[in-house]
Nanobody, 122 residues
Framework: VQLQASGGGSVQVGDSLRLACSAS????????MGWFRRTPGKEREFVGV???????YLPVSLKGRFTISRDTAKNTLSLQMKNLRPEDTAVYYC?????????????????WGQGTLVTVSS
């Protein structure tokens, strides 16, 4: 499975941004798709996940600002972010897994996109 993330950019505090991830290849094997982010010097952070059936899970800290959606027929994943803050600045990665277990752990994912940079300035 190949993943291609896009949509990153530089925005101001309070702005919204939508990231997209396009999947190709053996996508029939993908059960879970998720988003992670990384800032320099920190571990990769779980942002959210969505199952093939459309069930989503996001950390409490991001709920209300971030929304995940998935179009299984088009093999695309989206991350809608609103009211962005400087601490949201990071490289965002989409990931795919054939499993539905431990989905908040980056080690559970088999495939990763290349990352897209989001910069939020005050």
């Amino acid at each position: 499975v190949q993943l291609q993330a896009s949509g990153g950019g530089s925005v101001q505090v309070g702005d919204s941004l939508r990231l997209a991830c396009s999947a190709s290849g053996r996508t029939f094997s993908v059960e879970t798709m998720g988003w992670f982010r990384r800032t320099p010097g920190k571990e990769r952070e779980f942002v959210g996940v969505i199952s093939r059936a459309g069930a989503t899970y996001l950390p409490v800290s991001l709920k209300g600002r971030f929304t995940i959606s998935r179009d299984t027929a088009k093999n695309t994943l989206s991350l809608q972010m609103k009211n962005l803050r400087p601490e949201d600045t990071a490289v965002y990665y989409c990931a795919a897994s054939s499993s539905s277990h431990n989905v908040a752990q980056s080690s559970s994912y088999d495939y990763w996109g290349q990352g897209t940079l989001v910069t939020v300035s005050s």
